[in-house]
């Protein structure tokens, strides 16, 4: 098994920034990806970034690409999810995630563990 847990939520100005974490600990691959999701209220869960452990690639929602970065950091099994230039739209559940192998990091369904989830606030 896999346990995600997340860290770095809170609450900001619009316009601020926060650093999201996602430590995972349990079992480890070969080759995996991350991701964070998120799901505001009354709305479905969404894409937001994902990264290959393995290559470093990263992928981007249109709606966060030159505002959001993500990273990883192998040896401690860490992603983290940079959040600058903060709305009230980016206000959400945040989820990390994690797709074992090599698959579309897009679909939540391509993923196979899930952590809790942190809360995200912007205030106008």
């Known amino acids: 098994q896999v346990q995600l847990v997340e860290s770095g939520g809170g609450s900001v100005q619009a316009g601020g920034s926060l650093r999201l974490s996602c430590a995972a600990a349990g079992r480890t691959f070969s080759d995996y990806a991350m991701g964070w999701f998120r799901q505001a209220p009354e709305k479905e869960r969404e894409f937001v970034a994902a990264?290959?452990?393995?290559?470093?690639?990263?992928y981007y929602a249109n709606s966060v690409k030159d505002r959001f970065t993500i990273s990883r950091d192998n040896a401690k099994n860490t992603m983290y999810l940079e959040m600058s230039r903060l709305t009230p739209e980016d206000t959400a559940v945040y989820f990390c995630a994690l797709q074992v192998g090599f698959a579309n990091v897009r679909p939540e369904s391509e993923y196979d563990y899930w952590g809790q989830g942190t809360q995200v606030t912007v205030s106008s």
């Open positions: 990264i290959r452990m393995i290559g470093g690639s990263t």
